[in-house]
């Protein structure tokens, strides 16, 4: 969502204009005045749902966590967000494609197959380059 709208009231109160309204005079956006425009932040969920399933994890991984503590006590869910960082520090070299194994073992979702697994996610896509020029990059050498 956009957070334009203390902006707006400054504006208002500050400057008699009469409709403020995002395009200038000429029919094109004041960047000055509210900001630069990206049509990501103007985009609405399509659907209610659409916000439930993008934190579905999130959610799960919270109620989780919740629920060991309840029946364990403190110490097992603090003992098991320690192991979750540790393992989402072993990595693979920076010019190879990481699994992540051990955080799916240690989430116990391992078994699983999904989308990723067959078709690969976009984002996720290897991309082969200079292994030296990528290692020293990644170390913060170049």
């Known amino acids: 969502m956009r957070n334009s709208r203390g902006v707006r009231s400054q504006l208002k109160d500050s400057v008699p204009v009469a409709g403020l309204c995002p395009q ?19 985009l609405l969920p399509s ?3 659409e916000l439930s399933e993008k934190n579905f994890q999130l959610n799960q991984d919270k ?3 919740s629920t060991l503590r309840n029946i364990q006590g403190l110490h097992a869910p ?10 989402r520090q072993i990595q693979r070299l920076p010019f190879l494609q990481s699994s992540n194994l051990a955080l ?3 989430k ?3 078994d699983l197959i ?3 697994d067959i078709l690969n996610d976009p984002a996720q896509s290897e991309m082969m380059g200079e ?3 990528m290692t020293e990059y990644k170390l913060g050498l170049l």
Do not use: C, I
């Not at 603090?78 to 393992?87: H, I, N, P, S, V």
């Open 131 to 133: 292994p030296h020029m």
């Open 114 to 116: 999904g989308f990723e």
């Open 63 to 65: 109620m989780n966590l």
């Open 24 to 42: 200038g005079a000429y029919g094109l956006q004041d960047s000055l005045r509210s900001g630069f425009s990206s049509v990501k932040n103007e």
């Open 47 to 49: 659907h209610p749902l």
């Open 78 to 87: 603090l003992k098991l967000q320690m192991e979750y960082r540790a393992a």
């Open 108 to 110: 116990g979702s391992d």
């Open 104 to 106: 799916d073992t240690l």
